[in-house]
C-alpha cells in the first residue's frame, strides 16, 4: 500500500518562503508522478506541480516562477519550495501520486489521483 506523508507549512507573512515534504512509502518514486495539489474551493483541488520519475516538471500558471518542486530518490521524497507567497496561496496542500491521467484539478480526495496524502495547511498573511 502505498502511503504519503506529507510534513512542512504553517503561516508565513506575504513575500517570505515555505517548503514541504512528502515522504514516499510502499512504492518507489521511480514507478510514480508525483505532485502537490491545493485546495481552492470546498472539493476541488488544483495541480501546483508535478514531477516525473526522469525529472519532467509542471507548474500550475499561479505558481510558476515561485515555486519549485524536486525529488530525492534516496530519501524517496518529494519536496516544494515556495517562494514569495502571496496570501491567495493560502490553503491545504496535498502531496499526491497520479494516476494515468494528469488534470488540471481534481475533486479533493476524490479517486482520479492514485494516493493522496492527508494534506498540510498554508496560511499566508498580508
Known amino acids: 500500500e502505498v502511503q504519503l506523508v506529507e510534513s512542512g507549512g504553517g503561516s508565513v507573512q506575504a513575500g517570505g518562503s515555505l517548503s514541504l515534504s512528502c515522504k514516499v512509502s510502499?512504492?518507489?518514486?521511480?514507478?510514480?508522478?508525483m505532485a502537490w495539489l491545493r485546495q481552492v474551493t470546498d472539493n476541488e483541488c488544483e495541480m501546483v506541480a508535478n514531477i516525473g520519475a526522469d525529472g519532467t516538471d509542471y507548474y500550475g500558471e499561479a505558481v510558476r516562477g515561485r515555486f519549485a518542486m524536486s525529488q530525492d530518490s534516496a530519501k524517496n521524497s518529494v519536496f516544494l519550495q515556495m517562494n514569495t507567497l502571496r496570501p491567495e496561496d493560502t490553503a491545504v496542500y496535498y502531496c499526491?501520486?497520479?494516476?494515468?491521467?494528469?488534470?488540471?484539478?481534481?475533486?479533493?480526495?476524490?479517486?482520479?489521483?492514485?494516493?493522496w496524502g492527508r494534506g498540510t495547511p498554508v496560511t499566508v498573511s498580508y
Open positions: 510502499g512504492a518507489n518514486l521511480k514507478d510514480l508522478r
Open positions: 499526491a501520486a497520479l494516476g494515468v491521467y494528469v488534470e488540471y484539478s481534481y475533486p479533493c480526495l476524490g479517486d482520479g489521483v492514485r494516493v
